[in-house]
Structure formats: C-alpha cells, structure tokens
C-alpha cells in the first residue's frame, strides 16, 4: 500500500466547488426551516462559500444558479469573490420555474418556449463571460407525465438542435455540462434521464460537451462507480454534482449514506486518471442543508470528499493488478477493501496543519466566531431558490 506521504501530492490539489445554493435556506415541499445568520445576497453566499475554502483550503470556486444569483454586475460580483480568495465557478442555468416552462423548455413543441430557453442560455453564457467561469451547466425539468403526453423522440430531436443553439454560442474555452436524471419533476419520461442520453446529445454538439453526473440522480442499486468509469473511459466525464442519497434525489452530505460508495466511485475517479493536473473533470457539491448548519454542512462535504479520495489513493494498484490477474478473487478484493478500512484522519489532520490549516476544520470554524458574528448582523435570509 501506498505510504500517506505518497498521496499528498494528488491530496493537495484536489478542489471541490460549492454550490451557493447550498448556504441558502432550503427544505421541502412540506417546509422550508430559516435560520439564523443565512445569506441575504449572493454576495453573502460567496463570503460564506470563501469560508469553507479558509478553514478546509479545499474549496476554491462557487457555482451560481441564475436567475436565483442574478446580479446587475458581475465582473463587480467576480472581483468580490477574488477578494474572499474564491473564484466563480459553474454557471447553472434554471428553466424549471417559469410557468411558460409546464410543458418542456428546450424540448417544448412551441418554438417560441423553445427559443426563450435558448435565449436564457445565452444569458448565462454572457454571465460567464464576465465571471470568468468555464462550465454552463444545464439540468432540465423536461418530460412528461403519462405515456402518450409527448412525443418521445420529437423531445430527443428539438432537444438536439436547441443544444446545438447553445454551444454555438460558447467560447472556446468554455464548456456545456448537459446533467441527467432519472425522474422527478417528470415521472414518466424525463428528456435526458441517463448518462447514455446525456452522452449521446453531447457527443453530437462536439468536444467541448460532457456529461454532469449527479450522484443523486440514479435509480437506487445503481452501479455508480461504472458509470464513472465508462464515461472516463469516453473521455466525457466533464463533472460531478456529488451529494449522497437514502431515497430520492435527497441532496445529502456526500459520504453520509454511503461513504463505501463514495470511496468506490473514487477508486474509478482515481483509476480514470481523473485527479491529474490536466484532467478535464470538475467536482462539485449540490446539495441542500434542511435542518443542519449550512457552513459546517459543507464543511464537513468537502472533508468527506477528502478522506474517500484518500482512501482510494491509497489503494495498492499493483499488488491489485497482479491479484486480478492470478484470478485470486478474495485477494483482490481484501486488497480494495484494506484501503477503505484505513483510518486517514489522523493523518490527514497532521498534513493539513503542516499546510497551515487547522487540523479539525469543523472545530476551527466552530471557535471562530464567524456563525455568531453572521447572526448577528444578518436578518432575514435568503431561501435556496426552491419555490422563491
Ligand atoms: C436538479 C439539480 C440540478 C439543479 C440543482 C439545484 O435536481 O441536481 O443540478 O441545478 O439540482
Ligand atoms: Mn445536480
Ligand atoms: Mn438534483
């Protein structure tokens, strides 16, 4: 097995972004709990965003969603953030919450929904012009209800062709993220409800279209960590929404359902090459904290992250090639399973204080201050976006 001191290299350059949504208050559909010291602008957002990145070093960027982020300003918004020590990230686009949207946006028959979907793309694409941001993300409510609503293959076809509209209009060093899901809002046909859809419509638009796989977003027993390694495999990866789930599309602290399947799909990120300094692979958070602290919430994600891709780094890749090889199953198995068992938190703690963090970030950011002094000063917070 790889000694610790090994893996810190890779260690060191890992970088999760976080979601702004995430510091918002957010709920269900049955409520949504406010709490005290939440973000009342997205400039809030971003400050508490650049917090997790102080007390972890491991969160340098910040996704927004627009319009739920929108700003008059965003070249003033982006050097906002490079104050806090952050960057802006993924620029998520929303067709999901305009009425004109009921029946599909980039896949409506009308052409004129069609075209209003498109034109909000573009949008986003000039937003991130000015934020500085490589990846436009697009997640799609669309589908259908009941078999016969629509016509499946005409949604696949308009999908197609209003995607072609919008990677048109990308810069060449910027990127189209297309995410897939498999149900809900939709719950007969969802428009793009698989990495097989996602990655067909991509293909077609060209180099600069990948996949986005959400880790909440697949039937439960899914092989996740296959996915990932396909998708490496075709070179199409182009980022993770991770989050974890029991049920649904939960939203979750990634690693708290399931922390063995995180470790595994890191196996397959790690295996994919995916954690090299030219990888194309963006990691994010997307989720939501309904009832507990939204900072440590994240916090405490991104450490999760951290400790799993520890634990795959440190599996023994030759003596596990070698086990495959010779057909010796157990061995082969014991020899991932030995990784996963490895306790890294000790060590993971010394190495973050030889790089002048605190050990335990979750007991840092608790001594220091920052909740109460946002209580205090902030009244009134923000809601995620859902239903505002
Ligand atoms: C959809 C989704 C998508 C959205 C986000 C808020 O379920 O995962 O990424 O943009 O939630
Ligand atoms: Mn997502
Ligand atoms: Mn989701």
Known sequence: MPTFDQITDVL????????????????????????????????EKIADAATVHRFTGLAPSVALHIPWDAVDDYAALRRHAEDLGVSLGTINSNTFQDDVYKFGSLTHTDAAVRQQAIDHHLTCVDVMDATGSQDLKIWLADGT??????????????????????YDRLGPEQRLVLEYKFFEPAFYATDVPDWGTSYAQVNALGDRAMVCLDTGHHAPGTNIEFIVMQLLRLGKLGSFDFNS???ADDDLIVGAADPFQLF??????????????DSPVAFMLDQCHNVEAKIPGQIRSVLNVQEATAKALLVDTEALTAAQEA???LGANGIVMDAFWTDVRADLADWRGSRGLDGNPMAAFAASGYQQQ?????VGGQQAGWGA
């Open 327 to 329: 057909g010796d199953v």
């Open 12 to 43: 060191s350059r890992q970088a999760i972004e976080l979601p702004s949504w995430a510091f918002g208050n957010s709920g269900t559909r049955f409520k949504v709990f406010g709490t005290p010291g939440t973000p009342r602008t997205v400039q």
């Open 374 to 378: 946002i209580e205090s000063e902030r």
């Open 245 to 247: 789930r029991f049920y």
């Open 264 to 277: 595994r799909i890191l196996v397959e990120v790690v295996r994919g090459g995916a954690l090299e300094p």
């Open 145 to 166: 209800n009941y078999p016969g609503q629509g016509d499946l293959r005409g949604r696949q076809d308009r999908l197609a062709e209003s995607l072609a509209a919008i």
